[in-house]
């Protein structure tokens, strides 16, 4: 089994910064994808920003020039360096890893969520 654990959320001011990392331990294979979702008080759970084992990055267009994604694959760990916060950006930040594991197929796995609010 994989767990999957977030941390670094907060209360920030606009305009801010925050760093959320995120550590997968358990049956971590070398071919996958690792990203941040987000869900805000009454609306879905939605894209952040994914990163394949490969290097490869994607954005939702709201964090572009904002947000960072980065992952250290030696030791499973996933960043999100988060700027210029906006209020917007106050949701429940979700850890996920999408994976193919040999035998079984495509897997996803999910941290518990960790809050980030931007408010003055």
């Known amino acids: 089994q994989v767990q999957v654990v977030e941390s670094g959320g907060g209360l920030v001011q606009p305009g801010g910064s925050l760093r959320l990392s995120c550590a997968a331990s358990g049956a971590i294979f070398g071919i996958n994808t690792m990203g941040w979702f987000r869900q805000a008080p009454g609306k879905t759970r939605d894209f952040v920003a994914t990163l394949t084992s490969g290097g490869s990055t994607n954005y939702t267009d709201s964090v572009k020039g904002r947000f960072t994604i980065s992952r250290d694959n030696a030791k499973n760990t996933v960043t999100l360096q988060m700027n210029s916060l906006k209020p917007d950006d106050t949701a429940v930040y979700y850890c996920?890893?999408?994976?193919?594991?040999?035998?079984?197929?495509?897997?996803?796995?999910w941290g518990q969520g960790t809050q980030v609010t931007v408010s003055s």
């Open positions: 996920w890893i999408g994976q193919l594991t040999p035998g079984v197929g495509v897997e996803e796995f």
